[in-house]
């Protein structure tokens, strides 16, 4: 055996993400007529478009991995028929066979009757979500080209993502002496916690294999009142729900003297100058924090516009931006002497993907998938077709009970509103 062309090893902010083997995955549920060869052609192309794609991961001689090219072909598309017969974790695992030092990225097409669900599974140390995505808008763009004239269309290799490290670098963004983690420090060792219950991990939990996930999404109409809503008071959809996450979050603990630590992360794509395009950097992606300090009156409003306030002044800091050069977005869990750590990634609005007549993009749902070897409590949100979703990750049972509240808190506020102004 030869050893493969090393492109280059992953820093800092990539390793940790190839030392737990995660992915990071994309699923979109279709109805309407499907065609598996014009796939198959549109995925040979996204991975000649990116040739960084179709390499591997090893781990040098030091144990830091390093991307290194493949010499024999990507194994295409998993192609799995479901005839209903599967359970939800079967149908969620079927057919996948992650492996980090055969593929960095793999497509995965589970076909039931007229529907189809497809998943592109991107290797995290290499793509963060809006990464991922723009894979999959190229993916369907290419499909919907070949459906239509029969042709991928024209395919320049891309050059590799740059890292965090060397975005910054080039912007002359440095080290500041705040990491954003100074605004827990009230709260460090200075509550008598309750122990932290831990699941039993799962016998294969050395594999990555999917975290265990709830769900809810909200009708158009409530999404509508509570953008609106937002409007009215000058705050994000993302700030509404991170309120609600921790009001939910400070019911269900029962410690309500506890302050709740919360942490999500901050695209830094268009805060940088110049701008990284979707596909231009691997994890560009900053953190921000702010400590919820909630009491039986806290009202849901007063804590989106502090959490608001916190992140603008961050920003206008540059804490925000030089973050990443602190630490890395993984999950560890909570430091020792916090209060456990409430982590949300806001997705944004996602836009329509581009497809052929007769296709309809239905649902849209993120998903990460690594060993078990750490209990994973976490948020997703993002608004797709108009709808926002809310996601619970978590090891735990019990996953749906903060969703539960949430949707309760957020479709509740946006009603007394709308009474209110009537």
Known sequence: MFPGSVIRKLTRSEEVFAANETYFALTVQISGPFDIDAMADAFDALLQSHPIWAGHLEQADDGRHQIVAEDLLHPGIWLVEDDGSRDGTQSATTGTQLDQSQSLLNLRLTLSGARAELTLYAHHSLADAHHAFGLLEELFSRYTDVVVSGDVGPVTPQPAPESVELLLEQRRITKQPRSGLERFIPAMFAYDLPITEKPPMPANAGTPQPIPTARIRLTEQETSDLVEFGLANQLSLNSLVAAAILLAEWGLRNTPHVPIPYVYPVDLRYLLSPPVSATGGTIP??????????????????????????????????????????????????????????????????????????????????????????????????????????????????????????????????????????
Do not use: N
Not at 315 to 326: C, E, F, N, Y
């Open 285 to 422: 992606t900053g953190a921000a924090t702010y400590l919820a300090e909630i009491g039986p009156d806290t009202d849901l409003v007063d804590l989106a516009r502090g959490i608001v306030d916190a992140f603008r002044a961050d920003l206008s800091d540059g804490v925000i931006q030089q973050s990443p050069l602190h630490f890395s977005l993984q999950y560890d869990g909570t430091p020792p002497g916090l209060p456990p750590v409430v982590f949300c990634t806001d997705a944004g609005p996602i836009p329509a993907l581009r497809t052929p007549a007769g296709m309809a993009l239905e649902d849209f749902q993120s998903q990460l998938h690594f060993p078990a070897r750490t209990p994973v409590d976490a948020y997703s949100c993002g608004t797709f077709a108009d709808r926002l979703f809310i996601e619970h990750q978590a090891h735990l049972p019990g996953r749906e009970k903060p969703l539960e509240a949430i949707h309760s808190l957020l479709t509740s506020v946006a009603a007394e509103d709308s009474w209110a102004m009537e």
